[in-house]
Protein backbone atom coordinates (compact mmCIF):
# COMPACT_ATOMS: atom_id res chain seq x y z
CA UNK A 1 0.00 0.00 0.00
CA UNK A 2 1.46 3.60 -1.17
CA UNK A 3 1.10 5.94 2.48
CA UNK A 4 0.23 9.49 0.54
CA UNK A 5 2.61 11.92 1.26
CA UNK A 6 2.07 16.21 0.55
CA UNK A 7 3.62 17.31 -2.45
CA UNK A 8 5.94 20.52 -1.29
CA UNK A 9 7.17 23.20 -3.58
CA UNK A 10 10.56 21.90 -3.74
CA UNK A 11 9.03 18.60 -5.26
CA UNK A 12 8.24 20.11 -8.40
CA UNK A 13 11.95 20.64 -9.32
CA UNK A 14 12.54 17.06 -8.38
CA UNK A 15 9.99 15.99 -10.77
CA UNK A 16 11.51 18.04 -13.45
CA UNK A 17 14.42 16.71 -13.04
CA UNK A 18 13.02 13.65 -13.46
CA UNK A 19 11.13 13.61 -16.76
CA UNK A 20 13.17 12.65 -19.80
CA UNK A 21 12.51 15.98 -21.67
CA UNK A 22 15.22 18.97 -21.83
CA UNK A 23 13.66 21.99 -19.78
CA UNK A 24 14.49 25.54 -19.23
CA UNK A 25 13.17 28.72 -17.25
CA UNK A 26 14.19 32.30 -18.52
CA UNK A 27 13.43 35.89 -17.10
CA UNK A 28 12.13 38.36 -19.87
CA UNK A 29 15.32 38.96 -20.89
CA UNK A 30 16.20 35.38 -21.99
CA UNK A 31 18.61 34.90 -18.97
CA UNK A 32 18.23 31.17 -17.88
CA UNK A 33 17.15 31.07 -14.01
CA UNK A 34 16.21 26.93 -14.26
CA UNK A 35 18.00 24.16 -16.29
CA UNK A 36 17.04 20.36 -15.51
CA UNK A 37 18.95 16.89 -15.76
CA UNK A 38 17.66 16.29 -19.22
CA UNK A 39 18.58 19.77 -20.51
CA UNK A 40 22.01 18.98 -19.40
CA UNK A 41 22.31 15.43 -20.54
CA UNK A 42 20.36 16.66 -24.29
CA UNK A 43 22.80 20.27 -24.84
CA UNK A 44 26.33 18.67 -22.74
CA UNK A 45 25.67 22.07 -20.59
CA UNK A 46 25.82 21.63 -17.06
CA UNK A 47 23.52 24.05 -15.28
CA UNK A 48 26.67 25.94 -13.70
CA UNK A 49 27.45 26.71 -16.80
CA UNK A 50 24.02 27.95 -17.94
CA UNK A 51 22.88 29.59 -15.08
CA UNK A 52 22.59 33.45 -15.55
CA UNK A 53 23.37 33.31 -19.28
CA UNK A 54 21.30 34.47 -21.47
CA UNK A 55 20.28 31.66 -23.50
CA UNK A 56 21.52 33.33 -27.05
CA UNK A 57 24.53 33.95 -25.89
CA UNK A 58 26.62 31.49 -27.44
CA UNK A 59 24.75 28.48 -26.16
CA UNK A 60 22.85 26.52 -28.27
CA UNK A 61 22.44 28.83 -30.74
CA UNK A 62 19.34 27.61 -32.26
CA UNK A 63 18.52 27.79 -35.86
CA UNK A 64 15.49 26.28 -38.08
CA UNK A 65 14.80 24.04 -40.70
CA UNK A 66 16.78 26.41 -43.27
CA UNK A 67 19.77 27.38 -40.88
CA UNK A 68 18.07 30.52 -39.79
CA UNK A 69 19.71 31.95 -36.85
CA UNK A 70 16.43 31.87 -34.30
CA UNK A 71 18.68 33.87 -30.84
CA UNK A 72 17.40 36.85 -32.46
CA UNK A 73 14.28 38.53 -31.22
CA UNK A 74 12.35 38.48 -34.65
CA UNK A 75 12.61 34.73 -34.95
CA UNK A 76 13.28 33.64 -31.84
CA UNK A 77 10.32 30.91 -30.37
CA UNK A 78 10.52 32.09 -26.73
CA UNK A 79 11.04 35.46 -26.87
CA UNK A 80 7.99 35.44 -29.40
CA UNK A 81 6.02 33.63 -26.38
CA UNK A 82 6.85 36.51 -24.07
CA UNK A 83 5.69 39.49 -25.73
CA UNK A 84 2.81 38.17 -27.38
CA UNK A 85 1.61 36.19 -23.92
CA UNK A 86 0.80 33.05 -25.92
CA UNK A 87 2.23 29.11 -25.76
CA UNK A 88 3.03 27.09 -28.87
CA UNK A 89 0.16 25.10 -30.33
CA UNK A 90 1.95 22.75 -31.36
CA UNK A 91 6.40 21.26 -31.35
CA UNK A 92 8.25 22.94 -33.81
CA UNK A 93 11.22 21.42 -35.07
CA UNK A 94 14.70 23.34 -33.96
CA UNK A 95 18.32 22.31 -34.12
CA UNK A 96 20.21 23.31 -31.03
CA UNK A 97 24.25 23.53 -30.38
CA UNK A 98 25.51 20.50 -28.46
CA UNK A 99 28.74 21.93 -26.12
CA UNK A 100 30.58 19.63 -28.38
CA UNK A 101 29.61 21.58 -31.57
CA UNK A 102 26.85 19.10 -33.53
CA UNK A 103 24.02 20.19 -33.81
CA UNK A 104 21.03 18.46 -32.20
CA UNK A 105 17.15 18.12 -33.67
CA UNK A 106 14.57 19.18 -31.42
CA UNK A 107 10.79 19.64 -30.96
CA UNK A 108 10.55 22.22 -29.28
CA UNK A 109 7.60 23.91 -27.19
CA UNK A 110 7.52 27.41 -25.62
CA UNK A 111 5.02 28.83 -23.08
CA UNK A 112 4.64 32.15 -21.06
CA UNK A 113 5.63 32.34 -17.01
CA UNK A 114 3.24 34.23 -16.06
CA UNK A 115 3.02 35.10 -12.15
CA UNK A 116 -0.21 35.40 -9.76
CA UNK A 117 -0.87 39.17 -10.80
CA UNK A 118 -1.09 37.93 -14.30
CA UNK A 119 2.15 39.43 -15.36
CA UNK A 120 4.76 37.49 -17.70
CA UNK A 121 8.14 37.04 -15.39
CA UNK A 122 9.84 35.15 -18.33
CA UNK A 123 9.30 32.26 -20.43
CA UNK A 124 9.61 28.29 -19.98
CA UNK A 125 11.12 25.86 -22.99
CA UNK A 126 10.34 22.16 -22.87
CA UNK A 127 12.62 20.33 -26.07
CA UNK A 128 13.31 16.88 -26.42
CA UNK A 129 16.04 15.00 -28.43
CA UNK A 130 14.09 13.76 -31.80
CA UNK A 131 17.71 12.67 -33.47
CA UNK A 132 16.52 8.68 -34.94
CA UNK A 133 13.02 10.52 -36.42
CA UNK A 134 14.10 13.41 -37.93
CA UNK A 135 16.29 11.62 -40.17
CA UNK A 136 13.21 10.07 -42.46
CA UNK A 137 11.68 13.54 -42.22
CA UNK A 138 15.08 15.10 -43.47
CA UNK A 139 15.48 12.43 -46.00
CA UNK A 140 11.78 13.03 -47.34
CA UNK A 141 13.02 16.74 -47.09
CA UNK A 142 15.55 16.24 -49.83
CA UNK A 143 13.13 14.26 -51.83
CA UNK A 144 10.66 16.75 -51.74
CA UNK A 145 13.25 19.55 -52.51
CA UNK A 146 14.47 17.66 -55.49
CA UNK A 147 10.98 18.17 -57.14
CA UNK A 148 10.10 21.65 -55.71
CA UNK A 149 11.20 24.84 -56.64
CA UNK A 150 11.54 24.04 -60.07
CA UNK A 151 12.81 27.30 -61.34
CA UNK A 152 13.77 27.66 -65.04
CA UNK A 153 15.66 31.50 -65.56
CA UNK A 154 14.22 33.38 -67.73
CA UNK A 155 15.86 35.84 -69.82
CA UNK A 156 16.32 39.75 -68.47
CA UNK A 157 12.88 40.88 -69.39
CA UNK A 158 11.73 38.88 -65.96
CA UNK A 159 12.91 39.23 -62.59
CA UNK A 160 11.97 36.48 -60.24
CA UNK A 161 12.15 35.97 -56.17
CA UNK A 162 10.83 33.56 -54.53
CA UNK A 163 10.73 33.07 -50.26
CA UNK A 164 9.71 29.66 -49.22
CA UNK A 165 9.12 28.73 -45.67
CA UNK A 166 7.26 25.65 -44.79
CA UNK A 167 5.75 25.32 -41.47
CA UNK A 168 7.21 22.05 -40.47
CA UNK A 169 10.66 21.06 -41.94
CA UNK A 170 8.28 19.65 -44.93
CA UNK A 171 5.36 21.19 -46.31
CA UNK A 172 2.30 21.42 -48.65
CA UNK A 173 3.43 24.18 -50.79
CA UNK A 174 4.31 23.51 -54.69
CA UNK A 175 5.81 25.77 -57.15
CA UNK A 176 7.45 26.09 -60.72
CA UNK A 177 7.82 28.52 -63.20
CA UNK A 178 8.91 27.37 -66.59
CA UNK A 179 9.82 28.36 -70.71
CA UNK A 180 6.49 27.48 -72.65
CA UNK A 181 8.21 29.17 -75.37
CA UNK A 182 10.50 31.68 -76.68
CA UNK A 183 8.27 34.39 -75.47
CA UNK A 184 6.13 32.77 -72.90
CA UNK A 185 6.91 32.22 -69.46
CA UNK A 186 4.70 30.95 -67.14
CA UNK A 187 4.09 30.58 -62.83
CA UNK A 188 2.44 27.91 -61.09
CA UNK A 189 1.94 27.94 -57.47
CA UNK A 190 -0.46 26.07 -55.34
CA UNK A 191 -0.99 25.20 -51.53
CA UNK A 192 -2.43 21.87 -50.16
CA UNK A 193 -5.20 21.31 -47.67
CA UNK A 194 -3.25 20.61 -44.34
CA UNK A 195 0.69 20.43 -43.75
CA UNK A 196 3.22 18.23 -43.17
CA UNK A 197 3.72 14.62 -44.18
CA UNK A 198 0.75 14.31 -45.85
CA UNK A 199 0.21 17.32 -47.68
CA UNK A 200 4.06 16.84 -48.65
CA UNK A 201 2.99 13.36 -50.80
CA UNK A 202 0.11 15.61 -52.58
CA UNK A 203 2.68 17.50 -53.96
CA UNK A 204 4.61 14.97 -55.42
CA UNK A 205 1.39 14.63 -57.53
CA UNK A 206 1.23 17.86 -58.14
CA UNK A 207 4.61 17.80 -59.71
CA UNK A 208 3.72 15.03 -61.63
CA UNK A 209 0.72 16.74 -63.30
CA UNK A 210 2.61 19.75 -63.88
CA UNK A 211 5.60 17.83 -65.64
CA UNK A 212 3.01 16.42 -67.97
CA UNK A 213 1.06 19.81 -68.53
CA UNK A 214 3.30 22.53 -68.53
CA UNK A 215 3.32 22.71 -72.68
CA UNK A 216 0.09 24.16 -72.01
CA UNK A 217 0.46 26.55 -69.41
CA UNK A 218 0.08 29.47 -72.38
CA UNK A 219 -3.81 29.08 -71.60
CA UNK A 220 -3.80 28.98 -68.18
CA UNK A 221 -7.40 28.09 -67.91
CA UNK A 222 -7.01 25.26 -70.36
CA UNK A 223 -3.87 23.96 -68.42
CA UNK A 224 -5.76 23.66 -65.14
CA UNK A 225 -8.77 21.88 -66.64
CA UNK A 226 -7.14 19.15 -67.93
CA UNK A 227 -4.63 18.85 -64.54
CA UNK A 228 -7.69 18.78 -62.76
CA UNK A 229 -9.38 16.44 -64.02
CA UNK A 230 -6.01 14.17 -64.20
CA UNK A 231 -5.85 14.93 -60.92
CA UNK A 232 -9.48 13.98 -59.40
CA UNK A 233 -9.47 10.70 -61.91
CA UNK A 234 -5.81 9.81 -60.06
CA UNK A 235 -6.80 10.38 -56.58
CA UNK A 236 -10.73 10.97 -55.74
CA UNK A 237 -12.31 14.31 -54.36
CA UNK A 238 -12.52 12.89 -50.95
CA UNK A 239 -8.43 12.81 -50.49
CA UNK A 240 -7.92 16.59 -50.82
CA UNK A 241 -7.16 19.53 -52.69
CA UNK A 242 -4.97 22.41 -53.50
CA UNK A 243 -5.65 25.98 -54.32
CA UNK A 244 -4.15 26.96 -57.14
CA UNK A 245 -2.73 29.98 -59.24
CA UNK A 246 -1.07 29.68 -62.85
CA UNK A 247 0.50 32.90 -64.53
CA UNK A 248 1.29 32.73 -68.11
CA UNK A 249 3.64 36.57 -69.30
CA UNK A 250 4.49 37.37 -73.31
CA UNK A 251 7.52 39.03 -72.65
CA UNK A 252 7.48 40.31 -75.78
CA UNK A 253 4.31 41.82 -75.38
CA UNK A 254 3.93 42.22 -71.79
CA UNK A 255 0.08 40.27 -71.72
CA UNK A 256 -0.44 38.56 -68.80
CA UNK A 257 -3.04 35.78 -68.84
CA UNK A 258 -4.21 34.74 -64.95
CA UNK A 259 -6.56 31.38 -63.90
CA UNK A 260 -6.63 29.99 -60.92
CA UNK A 261 -9.36 28.57 -58.08
CA UNK A 262 -9.47 29.07 -54.41
CA UNK A 263 -6.17 30.93 -54.38
CA UNK A 264 -5.37 34.21 -52.52
CA UNK A 265 -5.61 37.20 -55.15
CA UNK A 266 -2.24 37.95 -56.80
CA UNK A 267 -1.53 41.61 -56.09
CA UNK A 268 -0.40 43.58 -59.05
CA UNK A 269 1.76 46.64 -58.08
CA UNK A 270 1.75 49.26 -60.58
CA UNK A 271 4.76 51.35 -61.26
CA UNK A 272 3.09 54.43 -61.90
CA UNK A 273 1.35 53.70 -58.62
CA UNK A 274 -2.09 51.75 -58.66
CA UNK A 275 -2.67 48.70 -57.19
CA UNK A 276 -4.94 45.43 -58.76
CA UNK A 277 -6.25 42.64 -56.58
CA UNK A 278 -6.87 39.60 -59.37
CA UNK A 279 -9.22 37.25 -58.55
CA UNK A 280 -8.84 33.66 -58.05
CA UNK A 281 -12.98 32.37 -57.61
CA UNK A 282 -13.11 29.03 -58.95
CA UNK A 283 -12.80 25.30 -57.35
CA UNK A 284 -9.70 24.25 -55.86
CA UNK A 285 -7.58 22.02 -57.90
CA UNK A 286 -8.81 18.11 -57.06
CA UNK A 287 -12.37 19.22 -55.11
CA UNK A 288 -14.56 18.86 -58.43
CA UNK A 289 -13.79 16.63 -61.80
CA UNK A 290 -15.66 19.29 -63.79
CA UNK A 291 -14.21 22.03 -62.32
CA UNK A 292 -13.48 25.20 -64.77
CA UNK A 293 -11.33 27.78 -64.48
CA UNK A 294 -12.15 31.62 -65.48
CA UNK A 295 -9.14 33.26 -66.74
CA UNK A 296 -8.05 36.91 -66.25
CA UNK A 297 -6.02 38.97 -68.64
CA UNK A 298 -4.73 42.35 -68.10
CA UNK A 299 -1.51 44.49 -69.62
CA UNK A 300 1.82 44.74 -68.03
CA UNK A 301 3.63 48.15 -68.24
CA UNK A 302 7.58 48.18 -67.78
CA UNK A 303 8.66 47.71 -64.18
CA UNK A 304 5.05 46.16 -62.94
CA UNK A 305 5.18 44.24 -60.09
CA UNK A 306 3.19 40.98 -59.47
CA UNK A 307 3.02 38.92 -56.24
CA UNK A 308 1.81 35.78 -55.58
CA UNK A 309 1.72 33.85 -52.29
CA UNK A 310 -0.09 31.13 -50.14
CA UNK A 311 -2.70 31.95 -47.19
CA UNK A 312 0.28 31.19 -44.48
CA UNK A 313 0.61 34.61 -45.41
CA UNK A 314 -2.62 36.50 -44.33
CA UNK A 315 -4.31 33.95 -42.38
CA UNK A 316 -2.17 35.01 -39.06
CA UNK A 317 -4.32 36.75 -36.35
CA UNK A 318 -3.43 39.95 -34.26
CA UNK A 319 -4.46 39.75 -30.43
CA UNK A 320 -7.95 40.86 -31.30
CA UNK A 321 -8.22 37.44 -33.13
CA UNK A 322 -8.35 38.90 -36.41
CA UNK A 323 -6.64 37.51 -39.56
CA UNK A 324 -4.30 39.47 -41.16
CA UNK A 325 -6.02 39.43 -44.42
CA UNK A 326 -5.71 40.49 -47.65
CA UNK A 327 -6.12 44.15 -46.79
CA UNK A 328 -3.98 43.76 -43.89
CA UNK A 329 -0.88 42.51 -46.16
CA UNK A 330 -1.50 45.57 -48.43
CA UNK A 331 -1.27 47.68 -45.44
CA UNK A 332 1.72 46.24 -44.52
CA UNK A 333 3.38 46.72 -47.72
CA UNK A 334 2.52 50.07 -47.97
CA UNK A 335 3.49 50.60 -44.68
CA UNK A 336 7.28 50.13 -45.87
CA UNK A 337 7.01 51.58 -48.88
CA UNK A 338 6.69 48.97 -51.76
CA UNK A 339 6.86 49.07 -54.11
CA UNK A 340 9.14 51.60 -54.48
CA UNK A 341 11.33 50.59 -51.57
CA UNK A 342 10.89 47.09 -51.94
CA UNK A 343 11.81 45.20 -48.78
CA UNK A 344 13.10 41.81 -49.42
CA UNK A 345 10.55 38.60 -49.93
CA UNK A 346 12.94 37.19 -46.25
CA UNK A 347 12.06 40.57 -44.66
CA UNK A 348 8.69 40.40 -45.85
CA UNK A 349 8.28 36.73 -43.78
CA UNK A 350 9.48 38.83 -41.06
CA UNK A 351 7.07 41.45 -41.23
CA UNK A 352 3.85 38.54 -41.54
CA UNK A 353 5.29 37.38 -38.37
CA UNK A 354 5.09 40.11 -36.27
CA UNK A 355 2.18 41.56 -37.67
CA UNK A 356 0.09 38.64 -35.78
CA UNK A 357 0.46 37.12 -31.91
CA UNK A 358 2.00 33.69 -33.32
CA UNK A 359 4.79 32.21 -31.70
CA UNK A 360 5.78 30.75 -35.95
CA UNK A 361 3.84 30.94 -38.41
CA UNK A 362 0.81 28.19 -38.50
CA UNK A 363 0.86 27.40 -42.28
CA UNK A 364 3.37 26.96 -44.89
CA UNK A 365 4.34 29.99 -46.77
CA UNK A 366 5.29 30.81 -50.18
CA UNK A 367 5.82 34.38 -51.61
CA UNK A 368 7.08 34.68 -55.60
CA UNK A 369 7.55 38.40 -56.93
CA UNK A 370 8.20 38.70 -60.72
CA UNK A 371 8.71 42.28 -62.26
CA UNK A 372 8.18 42.72 -65.44
CA UNK A 373 11.37 44.47 -67.47
CA UNK A 374 10.84 44.55 -71.11
CA UNK A 375 13.97 45.18 -73.69
CA UNK A 376 14.01 48.85 -74.51
Known amino acids: MITPHTIKPSDAISVLNQITDGVYVTDTERRIIFWNDAAERITGYTREEVLGRNCSDNLLCHVDRNDNLLCGKSRCPLHRSIVTGNKSDAPMTVYAKHKNGHRVPTQVTVSPLINEAGETVGGVEVFRDVTSWIKDLERAKRIQGATLGEIESPDKRLEISIQYAPQDLIGGDFYAAHSVDTNTFAFFLADVMGHGVSASLYTMYLRSLWSDHRHLAGDPGDCLLRMNTNLSQLIGEDYGFATVVLVSIDLSTGRA ?39 TSLQLAPRDRLLLYTDGAIEGRDDSGEELGTEGLIRMLRECGYPTRHPSLEHLEELILKSTSNIVLEDDLTLIEMVYRPKT
Do not use: N, T, V, W
Open 257 to 295: RIAGGGHPSPLLFRHEGGLQEISCQGYPLGLMEDADFKE
